[in-house]
């Protein structure tokens, strides 16, 4: 079964907003994505995301707009081995996921696989991350923990609460029945 959702962020961190047009099934998610965003400088990109079985991702294509020109992006995952725009990086093998940086879309696969909006859990993570609006791509060290389920005062959609941390980074998120952000503290917050 394909649960088709289209929702909307407002993204504090970029003073923007996303929307991605998403086809969940099982152990699968599809999605196209634009953002529109005013920091460090005005930009757009759209992207398209695919992931394999279990959410591993398998290919984000983007491409970013600006002042400076159009910058494109292919991250290909194949079992592991990951390229960017057709060249190996060693540094990213391993990891399963991309992390699309001030998107909240791609905080879902990891949650997704675990089922931390579901289950407790504490998972750690490498991810292929991808820097916006510039599109480069770094390695970065992730984890995600399930921290209960969501209080009644946080909304019929509310499932759960996570924690995600990378770095000295810490921000507890808010999920609907889906996996999908609802509230992402200090970076997005749903609108749709």
Not at 170 to 191: E, I, M, N, Q, W
Request: net charge negative; glycine share 10%.
């Amino acid at each position: 079964m394909i649960t088709h959702l289209v929702p909307t962020w407002e993204v504090s961190e970029s003073r923007g907003v996303e929307t991605a047009w998403i086809e969940l099934g099982d152990g699968s998610l599809s999605a196209r994505g634009r953002v529109a965003g005013l920091v460090p400088a005005p930009y757009w990109l759209d992207y398209e995301l695919d992931t394999g079985p279990a959410w591993t991702t398998r290919r984000l294509a983007v491409r970013a707009c600006s002042a400076e020109g159009t910058r494109e992006l292919e991250l290909l995952n194949d079992d592991g081995r990951w390229t960017v725009d057709g060249r190996h990086r060693p540094e990213l093998d391993g990891a399963l996921d991309c992390d699309l940086g001030l998107s909240p879309l791609t905080n879902a696969m990891p949650v997704l696989r675990h089922r931390l909006h579901r289950e407790p859990g504490r998972h750690d993570f490498l991810m292929a991350w991808v820097r916006v609006p510039d599109l480069t791509v770094h390695p970065s060290r992730q984890r995600y923990t399930h921290l209960g389920p969501a209080g009644e005062d946080e909304g019929a959609g509310a499932a759960a609460r996570v924690r995600y941390e990378s770095g000295g980074f810490l921000s507890d998120l808010l999920l609907d029945r889906h996996g999908l952000v609802l509230d992402y503290p200090g970076l997005a917050r749903r609108h749709g």
